[in-house]
């Protein structure tokens, strides 16, 4: 039995007569009555009642068309299904990103764009490090991922750059630096400062960034306490333990005891990265990626327009 055998069926069902049906189906009459005599013959029933004057569904030919319209009824779902699905607007997406990414504004727009754009898609969100995200991609525990520039990053693995954003001191309230107008600062005048700091072992990639600012500098930072959260480093600082360097999307956060200065040495700034696997092939990728690379462009554009 094919998938045109039911459609013939329910054409005739519907007219009641092999003509008009034929003329629907844009066949001629006798091929028609050919392929509903095949499928009878198949069925071992008679589907219509047939006279010279007239056609009729039989008792077997009343039970047999709503199983057949439901038949094409699936057929057409399945078939949108995977037509969705390679435009990329079904199924699930894992994707990684690091704990900074939420304080910026482009990223969270581009997620809620896509969320938007595909509302069947469920998203897997999980936070990680940089490295952690890098690895996970690369291991295909998570499709996509959104990290800090690393070194190096692994071979199998394809970064685009989404935007770069200027790196902070983050200074305690009551610091020499902290008072008068919100002027940058360059890393050389915290050299004798205590730094509170991710762990290397972390993977944040900016622990290397911040040693290559300070030799730089002309020194060698000095951390005192290690934490693996910026919030727990922001609140450090806010104690008076130490300073810390964070991408500037965390002076979002508006925390008693702290204050943001940006830092005017060569090379103090960090980027965010978009990293999937050079083989995936996934329509959600693919998806998720062009959405964010526009939303990416259209707040840049806006920036720009706004400087102007």
Avoid at 45 to 68: M, Q, W
Avoid at 178 to 191: D, M, N, S, T, Y
Avoid at 278 to 287: G, H, I, K, Q, T
Wanted: net charge neutral.
């Amino acid at each position: 039995m094919e998938l045109r055998h039911l459609r013939y069926f329910i054409a005739v069902a519907e007219e009641l007569h092999f003509g008009r049906a034929a003329e629907q189906l844009g066949i001629s009459q006798p091929p028609l009555s050919q392929q509903i005599q095949a499928l009878e013959e198949e069925l071992g029933a008679r589907l219509f009642e047939r006279t010279n004057r007239r056609v009729a569904l039989s008792a077997v030919g009343r039970l047999f068309l709503p199983e057949a319209r439901q038949v094409l009824v699936q057929l057409e779902q399945a078939v949108d299904v995977a037509r969705r699905a390679q435009r990329g607007e079904l199924g699930e997406l894992k994707v990684g990103f690091t704990a900074s990414a939420p304080f910026t504004s482009t990223i969270p727009r581009a997620i809620r764009a896509f969320r938007q754009a595909c509302p069947d898609v469920h998203l897997d969100l999980r936070e990680l490090s940089s490295r952690g995200v890098a690895e996970a991609v690369h291991e295909g525990r998570l499709q996509v991922g959104m990290l800090r520039p690393l070194a190096p990053l692994p071979e199998e693995l394809v970064a685009l750059e989404l935007f770069a954003e200027p790196l902070v001191a983050v200074l305690p309230v009551d610091h020499p630096l902290a008072g008068g107008r919100e002027v940058g600062v360059r890393l050389a005048v915290l050299g004798e400062e205590p730094f509170v700091f991710f762990p290397r072992t972390f993977g944040t990639g900016l622990y290397d960034q911040l040693l290559g600012l300070a030799r730089a500098a002309g020194f060698s930072p000095r951390i005192v306490q290690e934490a693996s959260e910026a919030m727990t480093l922001i609140g450090l600082v806010a104690t008076g333990l130490g300073v810390t360097v964070l991408p500037a999307s965390f002076s979002r956060m508006r925390i008693d005891g702290v204050v943001y200065r940006t830092l005017l040495d060569p090379g103090a700034s960090t980027a965010v990265w978009l990293v999937r696997r050079r083989d995936e092939a996934s329509p959600l990728v693919r998806r998720f990626a062009e959405l964010i690379e526009r939303e990416v462009r259209e707040a840049q554009a806006l920036r720009e327009t706004t400087k102007g």
